[in-house]
C-alpha cells in the first residue's frame, strides 16, 4: 500500500468574528495575536499563516493599526500571510445568493489591496454548505474549495469533485477530522514525531502517497512562535543519519492554498481532467454524517432572518431604481451598507447562536445597511417625483417582471373626484389637524409654526380670519399662491386691535378631506408607470369578501369556526384545514431543537374572532385572531415536561387576497408570550408519504428527502432553510425572510404538511445535555434574549396552490412579486408638495426630463432578474450591470428586453461572450449568468 511519507501543517486560527463575545471584544484578542504573528513571520522566513480565507479580520486589524499596513502587505507580498477571498466567513443558507456574490467581491477587493489574495474558497466551520457554491467561486476563478461539515459518509477520500447544479465543478480538499487536526500532534511535548507517526498510519488510506493536510489552528488561537524550530528538531531526529527509517514522516508548512497546489498542480494550471480519478458530489452540503449542522439556527432569533432578508431586499431595489432612474453615484453608499450586510452574515451572526449581545449587535448593523438604501432610494424617487405633477403620483417596479402593482396614495377629496374602477377607497385620514384658542399676545407663535407655506406636515392653501378666529385650509398639493406677507399683515392687525392681548382666538388647521386608497396599475419590469385614479381601471379578476371568505376566480379561501382555511385554486386542488398552529415544548438551544413529551403538543384555540378588513375589489381582508393558552415554560424539575402554568397567546393572522392573484397571501402577527416552546404553521400538501420537497435558497432549487443522513452524533432533524418559496405534493409556500420548514405527517388530515416554523424561543446559547446532539456546540451561557419574551413576530408567506409543480405555477415569478413590492410617490413637478409626510422634501433632486421610456431591463419568462446596478468597469468607467438566474433544472430563454449593447461576463466583470442578444438567449439549467451594457 501506498503511504504518505510527509504531513503538510497549515498554521491558521478560526477566527469567529463575534459569537459568545461580541465583535469588540474578539477583536481586541485578534489586534493582540496578528502583532506577534507578524513578529514571527519576519523573524522565520519558512513560516506561512492562513488568516482564515475571511479578509474581515485583516480589516479588523488594521483598523486599529493602520501603521501596520506596510508590514501586513510585505508579509502578503513573500507569500507568508494568506488573506481572502471571502469578506467574512458566512452562513450559506441565511443569505441570498447575490450576498455571496458581493461577500466575494468585498473579500477580494479588501485582500488585493495587500497583495494577491488567496485562491481557495475556505469554508472551514460552515454549518453545511450551498448548492451553488462551486458555481459561484468558479464565477470568480477560483478553482478549489476546502470544508469540513456536510459532505457524506461516503467520501472517504481527502479530496473529492463538488459539482454545482449548473455542472460548474470546484476540487474540494475535505477536512474530514475538523480544521484544528493536526493540534493534537503538537500537544505533546517530545512525543511529535510518535504522535504523526500513529496519526500517518490512521489516515493513509484517505491519503495514498499524497503529502497529509495538518491544520494547525482552532477557534482564535494564536499560532505557535516556535513552530520552525519545532519541526526542524523533528525532521532533523528523524533523519538522523545510519538509522534510515522507512516510516519516517517529513514535516512541512505552507498555507492552505499552498497545500492545494502541491497535491493538484494540473487542476490549478487549467486542466479540467485533473479530477477525473476523485469521487463526485454533487448539490448541497447538508450531511451529518462526520460535523454537527445544527440546524436549529434556521430558527433561533427570527427577527435577524427578517432583518438579513429585508436589508438585502431594500439594498437590491435602491440598487436597480438608483441605477434605472438615479443620476448621482451612490457606488460609495452601496460599498457602505453591503459591507455591514455582509459582515452579518457570519455563522456565528445572522444565526443567532451566539449571546444577546452579539445578535443586537448584528441586527443593529442590519438596520445600518437597510437605512443606507432609504436614502438612496428616497434620493431616486424623489427624482422620479419631479417627472410629474403633484396631481399625480409614479410607480416603480424594482423587479425585471411586468407586473400588476397594488400601491397606496392618500387622496384628495374622493367624494369631488371621478374615481376609475381600479380604486379601492381605505381609510379615511383626519381632517382637522388643529383646533385650539389661545389669546392675543401669543397669536405671532403662529408665525414660528409656518415655514414657507408649510404648516403641520402640509401646504396651506387658503386662510381666513374671522372677528372669532382664524382658519388654515391646507393640503399635501398646492392650489394657487400663498402670499405670507399678506398673512403676517393681517395677523399683526388683529393683534393691534386688541391691546389688552387677552382676548381669545379660535385657531383651526384643517385638511382636505384625504383619504387612503388602494389603486390598481399595470407597470413594465424595471420600469415606471403614472398613476391617476380618474383613470386607473381594474382588471377582470375581482376579489369578493364575504363575511369568512375571499375569492376571485383562481382561489377562494374559506375560514371556518376553528381559524382554520380551505384554500381551493382553480385546477380543482383543495387545501382543506390549513394555517393550522402547532405549538410544543423545546429544551434545546440555540443550535438545535430539543423535543419534549409530544402530549403536551397545543394545536386548539380557545376563542375565534374573524372580521373582515377590506371588502375588494383590489384587495379583500380577513383578519382571524385566535387566542390559545400555551404551557409558560418548561417544568424546572423535569425539563421533558412543560409546565402547568400557562400564559395566553393571541395570534393575529391576516389572510389577503388581490384581483388577479393565485396566491393567498399571508401574515401571521404576535406577541411571543410563552418561554422554552416552538410554534409553526402548517400548509397542507393534499398527498401523503411524499419522498420530500424542493426548496429555493441561495440561486438553485434543491431537492431534499425526509430524512438526512446521520453519523456524527447528531440526531438528522430534517427541518431545512428556505428563502424564497418551498414546494411539496401540491403546494408551495412562498417566504419573505429566510426561513426553517419541515415536511411532516400530519395526523389530522392523514396527509403531509409543510410546517414553517413562526418562533423557536430558547434561554441557552448551548446546553451540554441534548436530546439530539452528543457534543455541545459552545459552552453553556444563558442567553434570555433568545426566549423572545414579549417580543414582536411577524411572518409574512403566501400559499400557491401548485398540482403541476413549482415551475409551472410560476412558484419563482410570483415569489419575486410578493418580496418585492412597487414604490409609488406623488409628483413635484411644478411646486412644492408633500414628500414622505414632509413637506417640500420634494425637488431636491432637481428636473427628471431624462427618464427611459420603456422597461430598463424586462424579462419575459420565469428567469430571475437577482441584481441590476452600476458598477465601474475596467477602464473605470460606470456601466450597466445585470444578473439574472434560472432556476429551472432546464434551460430557459432569458427573453429580456434591454436597451443597448450588453456583453456576457464573469462575476468579476471580465467579458465571456461580446454583444449578446438577451432576447433570445439561453439560460442553461441552474446557471447564474451576469451582463454588462457597454459604456456609450
Ligand atoms: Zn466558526
Same mark, same amino acid.
Given at each position: 500500500?501506498?503511504?504518505?511519507?510527509?504531513?503538510?501543517?497549515?498554521?491558521?486560527?478560526?477566527?469567529?468574528?463575534?459569537?459568545?463575545?461580541?465583535?469588540?471584544?474578539?477583536?481586541?484578542?485578534?489586534?493582540?495575536?496578528?502583532?506577534?504573528?507578524?513578529?514571527?513571520?519576519?523573524?522565520?522566513?519558512?513560516?506561512?499563516?492562513?488568516?482564515?480565507?475571511?479578509?474581515?479580520?485583516?480589516?479588523?486589524?488594521?483598523?486599529?493599526?493602520?501603521?501596520?499596513?506596510?508590514?501586513?502587505?510585505?508579509?502578503?507580498?513573500?507569500?507568508?500571510?494568506?488573506?481572502?477571498?471571502?469578506?467574512?466567513?458566512?452562513?450559506?443558507?441565511?443569505?441570498?445568493?447575490?450576498?455571496?456574490?458581493?461577500?466575494?467581491?468585498?473579500?477580494?477587493?479588501?485582500?488585493?489591496?495587500?497583495?494577491?489574495?488567496?485562491?481557495?474558497?475556505?469554508?472551514?466551520?460552515?454549518?453545511?454548505?450551498?448548492?451553488?457554491?462551486?458555481?459561484?467561486?468558479?464565477?470568480?476563478?477560483?478553482?478549489?474549495?476546502?470544508?469540513?461539515?456536510?459532505?457524506?459518509?461516503?467520501?472517504?477520500?481527502?479530496?473529492?469533485?463538488?459539482?454545482?447544479?449548473?455542472?460548474?465543478?470546484?476540487?474540494?480538499?475535505?477536512?474530514?477530522?475538523?480544521?484544528?487536526?493536526?493540534?493534537?500532534?503538537?500537544?505533546?511535548?517530545?512525543?511529535?514525531?510518535?504522535?504523526?507517526?500513529?496519526?500517518?498510519?490512521?489516515?493513509?488510506?484517505?491519503?495514498?502517497?499524497?503529502?497529509?493536510?495538518?491544520?494547525?489552528?482552532?477557534?482564535?488561537?494564536?499560532?505557535?512562535?516556535?513552530?520552525?524550530?519545532?519541526?526542524?528538531?523533528?525532521?532533523?531526529?528523524?533523519?538522523?543519519?545510519?538509522?534510515?527509517?522507512?516510516?519516517?514522516?517529513?514535516?512541512?508548512?505552507?498555507?492552505?492554498?499552498?497545500?492545494?497546489?502541491?497535491?493538484?498542480?494540473?487542476?490549478?494550471?487549467?486542466?479540467?481532467?485533473?479530477? !477525473?480519478?476523485?469521487?463526485? &458530489? $454533487?448539490?448541497? *452540503?447538508?450531511?451529518? %454524517? @462526520?460535523?454537527? /449542522?445544527?440546524? #436549529? =439556527?434556521?430558527?433561533?432569533?427570527?427577527?435577524?432572518?427578517?432583518?438579513?432578508?429585508?436589508?438585502?431586499?431594500?439594498?437590491?431595489?435602491?440598487?436597480?431604481?438608483?441605477?434605472?432612474?438615479?443620476?448621482?453615484?451612490?457606488?460609495?453608499?452601496?460599498?457602505?451598507?453591503?459591507?455591514?450586510?455582509?459582515?452579518?452574515?457570519?455563522?456565528?451572526?445572522?444565526?443567532?447562536?451566539?449571546?444577546?449581545?452579539?445578535?443586537?449587535?448584528?441586527?443593529?448593523?442590519?438596520?445600518?445597511?437597510?437605512?443606507?438604501?432609504?436614502?438612496?432610494?428616497?434620493?431616486?424617487?424623489?427624482?422620479?417625483?419631479?417627472?410629474?405633477?403633484?396631481?399625480?403620483?409614479?410607480?416603480?417596479?424594482?423587479?425585471?417582471? !411586468?407586473?400588476?402593482?397594488? &400601491? $397606496?396614495?392618500? *387622496?384628495?377629496?374622493? %367624494? @369631488?373626484?371621478? /374615481?376609475?374602477? #381600479? =380604486?379601492?377607497?381605505?381609510?379615511?385620514?383626519?381632517?382637522?389637524?388643529?383646533?385650539?384658542?389661545?389669546?392675543?399676545?401669543?397669536?405671532?407663535?403662529?408665525?414660528?409654526?409656518?415655514?414657507?407655506?408649510?404648516?403641520?406636515?402640509?401646504?396651506?392653501?387658503?386662510?381666513?380670519?374671522?372677528?372669532?378666529?382664524?382658519?388654515?385650509?391646507?393640503?399635501?398639493?398646492?392650489?394657487?399662491?400663498?402670499?405670507?406677507?399678506?398673512?403676517?399683515?393681517?395677523?399683526?392687525?388683529?393683534?393691534?386691535?386688541?391691546?389688552?392681548?387677552?382676548?381669545?382666538?379660535?385657531?383651526?388647521?384643517?385638511?382636505?378631506?384625504?383619504?387612503?386608497?388602494?389603486?390598481?396599475?399595470?407597470?413594465?419590469?424595471?420600469?415606471?408607470?403614472?398613476?391617476?385614479?380618474?383613470?386607473?381601471?381594474?382588471?377582470?379578476?375581482?376579489?369578493?369578501?364575504?363575511?369568512?371568505?375571499?375569492?376571485?376566480?383562481?382561489?377562494?379561501?374559506?375560514?371556518?369556526?376553528?381559524?382554520?382555511?380551505?384554500?381551493?385554486?382553480?385546477?380543482?386542488?383543495?387545501?382543506?384545514?390549513?394555517?393550522?398552529?402547532?405549538?410544543?415544548?423545546?429544551?434545546?438551544?440555540?443550535?438545535?431543537?430539543?423535543?419534549?413529551?409530544?402530549?403536551?403538543?397545543?394545536?386548539?384555540?380557545?376563542?375565534?374572532?374573524?372580521?373582515?378588513?377590506?371588502?375588494?375589489?383590489?384587495?379583500?381582508?380577513?383578519?382571524?385572531?385566535?387566542?390559545?393558552?400555551?404551557?409558560?415554560?418548561?417544568?424546572?424539575?423535569?425539563?421533558?415536561?412543560?409546565?402547568?402554568?400557562?400564559?395566553?397567546?393571541?395570534?393575529?393572522?391576516?389572510?389577503?387576497?388581490?384581483?388577479?392573484?393565485?396566491?393567498?397571501?399571508?401574515?401571521?402577527?404576535?406577541?411571543?408570550?410563552?418561554?422554552?416552546?416552538?410554534?409553526?404553521?402548517?400548509?397542507?400538501?393534499?398527498?401523503?408519504?411524499?419522498?420530500?420537497?424542493?426548496?429555493?435558497?441561495?440561486?438553485?432549487?434543491?431537492?431534499?428527502?425526509?430524512?438526512?443522513?446521520?453519523?456524527?452524533?447528531?440526531?438528522?432533524?430534517?427541518?431545512?432553510?428556505?428563502?424564497?418559496?418551498?414546494?411539496?405534493?401540491?403546494?408551495?409556500?412562498?417566504?419573505?425572510?429566510?426561513?426553517?420548514?419541515?415536511?411532516?405527517?400530519?395526523?389530522?388530515?392523514?396527509?403531509?404538511?409543510?410546517?414553517?416554523?413562526?418562533?423557536?424561543?430558547?434561554?441557552?446559547?448551548?446546553?451540554?445535555?441534548?436530546?439530539?446532539?452528543?457534543?455541545?456546540?459552545?459552552?453553556?451561557?444563558?442567553?434570555?434574549?433568545?426566549?423572545?419574551?414579549?417580543?414582536?413576530?411577524?411572518?409574512?408567506?403566501?400559499?400557491?396552490?401548485?398540482?403541476?409543480?413549482?415551475?409551472?405555477?410560476?412558484?419563482?415569478?410570483?415569489?419575486?412579486?410578493?418580496?418585492?413590492?412597487?414604490?409609488?410617490?406623488?409628483?413635484?413637478?411644478?411646486?412644492?408638495?408633500?414628500?414622505?409626510?414632509?413637506?417640500?422634501?420634494?425637488?431636491?433632486?432637481?428636473?427628471?426630463?431624462?427618464?427611459?421610456?420603456?422597461?430598463?431591463?424586462?424579462?419575459?419568462?420565469?428567469?430571475?432578474?437577482?441584481?441590476?446596478?452600476?458598477?465601474?468597469?475596467?477602464?473605470?468607467?460606470?456601466?450597466?450591470?445585470?444578473?439574472?438566474?434560472?432556476?429551472?433544472?432546464?434551460?430557459?430563454?432569458?427573453?429580456?428586453?434591454?436597451?443597448?449593447?450588453?456583453?456576457?461576463?464573469?462575476?468579476?466583470?471580465?467579458?465571456?461572450?461580446?454583444?449578446?442578444?438577451?432576447?433570445?438567449?439561453?439560460?442553461?439549467?441552474?446557471?447564474?449568468?451576469?451582463?454588462?451594457?457597454?459604456?456609450?
Amino acid at each position: 500500500m501506498e503511504t504518505p511519507d510527509e504531513l503538510v501543517i497549515v498554521p491558521h486560527t478560526h477566527w469567529d468574528r463575534e459569537w459568545y463575545e461580541p465583535h469588540d471584544v474578539f477583536r481586541l484578542r485578534l489586534v493582540h495575536m496578528v502583532d506577534r504573528l507578524l513578529d514571527t513571520l519576519e523573524q522565520n522566513p519558512g513560516y506561512r499563516f492562513t488568516l482564515d480565507g475571511q479578509a474581515a479580520a485583516v480589516d479588523d486589524y488594521l483598523e486599529m493599526r493602520p501603521e501596520q499596513r506596510e508590514r501586513v502587505a510585505s508579509a502578503v507580498e513573500r507569500g507568508q500571510l494568506a488573506v481572502g477571498p471571502f469578506l467574512i466567513l458566512l452562513d450559506e443558507f441565511l443569505c441570498d445568493g447575490e450576498t455571496i456574490v458581493r461577500n466575494l467581491e468585498l473579500g477580494l477587493r479588501s485582500s488585493r489591496s495587500l497583495g494577491p489574495e488567496m485562491r481557495l474558497g475556505y469554508l472551514p466551520d460552515m454549518f453545511g454548505h450551498s448548492a451553488q457554491m462551486p458555481q459561484l467561486l468558479r464565477g470568480f476563478g477560483v478553482r478549489d474549495a476546502m470544508m469540513w461539515r456536510g459532505v457524506p459518509a461516503r467520501i472517504d477520500s481527502h479530496a473529492f469533485a463538488w459539482v454545482a447544479p449548473d455542472g460548474s465543478t470546484v476540487r474540494a480538499e475535505y477536512l474530514m477530522d475538523g480544521y484544528g487536526n493536526a493540534l493534537d500532534l503538537f500537544a505533546l511535548p517530545g512525543q511529535l514525531d510518535g504522535l504523526v507517526r500513529e496519526y500517518r498510519d490512521q489516515v493513509a488510506s484517505r491519503y495514498g502517497s499524497e503529502p497529509i493536510l495538518g491544520m494547525l489552528g482552532t477557534d482564535h488561537s494564536a499560532p505557535p512562535a516556535d513552530l520552525m524550530q519545532v519541526v526542524a528538531a523533528a525532521n532533523g531526529d528523524a533523519g538522523d543519519g545510519g538509522r534510515a527509517d522507512a516510516g519516517r514522516v517529513v514535516l512541512t508548512v505552507d498555507t492552505a492554498e499552498g497545500y492545494v497546489r502541491r497535491v493538484a498542480p494540473e487542476w490549478a494550471a487549467g486542466d479540467d481532467d485533473a479530477l !477525473a480519478g476523485l469521487p463526485v &458530489v $454533487e448539490g448541497e *452540503l447538508r450531511s451529518h %454524517a @462526520r460535523g454537527n /449542522l445544527l440546524p #436549529g =439556527v434556521f430558527s433561533i432569533r427570527t427577527n435577524l432572518k427578517q432583518a438579513m432578508a429585508d436589508a438585502e431586499r431594500r439594498l437590491s431595489v435602491a440598487e436597480r431604481l438608483d441605477a434605472a432612474f438615479g443620476s448621482d453615484d451612490h457606488r460609495a453608499f452601496f460599498d457602505t451598507a453591503w459591507y455591514r450586510l455582509v459582515e452579518s452574515t457570519a455563522h456565528d451572526s445572522v444565526t443567532g447562536c451566539g449571546v444577546d449581545a452579539t445578535a443586537n449587535e448584528v441586527e443593529g448593523r442590519l438596520a445600518t445597511a437597510a437605512h443606507v438604501a432609504r436614502g438612496v432610494g428616497l434620493r431616486t424617487m424623489e427624482r422620479i417625483a419631479a417627472s410629474t405633477t403633484p396631481d399625480r403620483h409614479v410607480v416603480a417596479n424594482p423587479t425585471g417582471f !411586468a407586473r400588476r402593482a397594488h &400601491v $397606496e396614495i392618500r *387622496l384628495h377629496d374622493p %367624494a @369631488r373626484l371621478e /374615481l376609475g374602477s #381600479g =380604486v379601492q377607497l381605505l381609510d379615511a385620514l383626519p381632517e382637522v389637524l388643529g383646533d385650539e384658542t389661545m389669546p392675543t399676545r401669543e397669536l405671532r407663535k403662529l408665525l414660528a409654526r409656518i415655514h414657507g407655506r408649510e404648516l403641520f406636515g402640509q401646504l396651506i392653501n387658503d386662510w381666513t380670519f374671522t372677528d372669532e378666529g382664524v382658519r388654515f385650509q391646507v393640503a399635501e398639493a398646492p392650489v394657487g399662491d400663498f402670499d405670507l406677507a399678506a398673512f403676517t399683515e393681517e395677523l399683526e392687525r388683529r393683534i393691534a386691535s386688541d391691546p389688552s392681548g387677552e382676548r381669545t382666538w379660535r385657531v383651526e388647521i384643517i385638511a382636505d378631506p384625504r383619504r387612503v386608497a388602494l389603486v390598481g396599475v399595470d407597470v413594465g419590469g424595471v420600469a415606471l408607470a403614472e398613476l391617476d385614479p380618474t383613470t386607473a381601471t381594474a382588471t377582470a379578476d375581482p376579489v369578493t369578501v364575504g363575511d369568512r371568505t375571499l375569492a376571485n376566480r383562481q382561489l377562494t379561501a374559506t375560514v371556518d369556526e376553528r381559524g382554520n382555511v380551505t384554500i381551493e385554486a382553480a385546477d380543482g386542488t383543495v387545501l382543506r384545514d390549513a394555517l393550522r398552529l402547532v405549538d410544543e415544548g423545546d429544551r434545546g438551544d440555540s443550535y438545535n431543537y430539543g423535543p419534549v413529551a409530544s402530549a403536551s403538543a397545543v394545536t386548539d384555540p380557545d376563542e375565534v374572532e374573524i372580521s373582515v378588513l377590506e371588502a375588494g375589489p383590489l384587495r379583500g381582508r380577513l383578519r382571524v385572531r385566535r387566542r390559545y393558552a400555551v404551557p409558560a415554560r418548561l417544568d424546572a424539575r423535569d425539563p421533558d415536561t412543560r409546565s402547568e402554568a400557562s400564559v395566553p397567546l393571541v395570534v393575529d393572522t391576516v389572510l389577503e387576497l388581490r384581483e388577479g392573484e393565485p396566491m393567498l397571501r399571508v401574515d401571521v402577527d404576535f406577541v411571543n408570550a410563552a418561554a422554552d416552546h416552538r410554534l409553526r404553521v402548517l400548509v397542507p400538501t393534499v398527498e401523503r408519504d411524499l419522498p420530500g420537497s424542493s426548496a429555493a435558497g441561495q440561486y438553485v432549487v434543491t431537492e431534499r428527502g425526509r430524512d438526512g443522513e446521520g453519523g456524527w452524533g447528531e440526531f438528522p432533524l430534517p427541518t431545512y432553510p428556505v428563502a424564497r418559496f418551498v414546494h411539496a405534493g401540491r403546494t408551495s409556500v412562498l417566504v419573505t425572510k429566510h426561513s426553517e420548514y419541515e415536511v411532516v405527517a400530519d395526523e389530522r388530515s392523514g396527509d403531509d404538511a409543510i410546517a414553517l416554523t413562526l418562533v423557536r424561543a430558547v434561554g441557552m446559547m448551548s446546553v451540554n445535555v441534548h436530546p439530539l446532539r452528543d457534543e455541545p456546540a459552545g459552552a453553556q451561557f444563558e442567553v434570555p434574549g433568545a426566549q423572545y419574551l414579549g417580543t414582536r413576530v411577524r411572518t409574512s408567506f403566501a400559499v400557491l396552490p401548485s398540482a403541476a409543480g413549482w415551475a409551472e405555477s410560476g412558484a419563482a415569478r410570483w415569489a419575486e412579486l410578493l418580496r418585492t413590492e412597487p414604490e409609488v410617490v406623488r409628483g413635484t413637478r411644478g411646486g412644492p408638495a408633500v414628500v414622505g409626510g414632509v413637506a417640500g422634501a420634494g425637488g431636491a433632486a432637481g428636473a427628471a426630463d431624462d427618464l427611459p421610456d420603456g422597461a430598463v431591463v424586462e424579462v419575459g419568462g420565469d428567469v430571475v432578474l437577482e441584481s441590476l446596478r452600476t458598477v465601474t468597469d475596467a477602464s473605470g468607467e460606470a456601466v450597466l450591470e445585470a444578473r439574472f438566474v434560472n432556476y429551472r433544472g432546464a434551460a430557459a430563454p432569458l427573453a429580456a428586453r434591454a436597451a443597448g449593447v450588453w456583453d456576457r461576463t464573469d462575476l468579476t466583470g471580465a467579458v465571456l461572450e461580446h454583444g449578446v442578444d438577451l432576447a433570445t438567449f439561453e439560460m442553461g439549467a441552474a446557471r447564474i449568468e451576469t451582463f454588462r451594457r457597454r459604456a456609450e
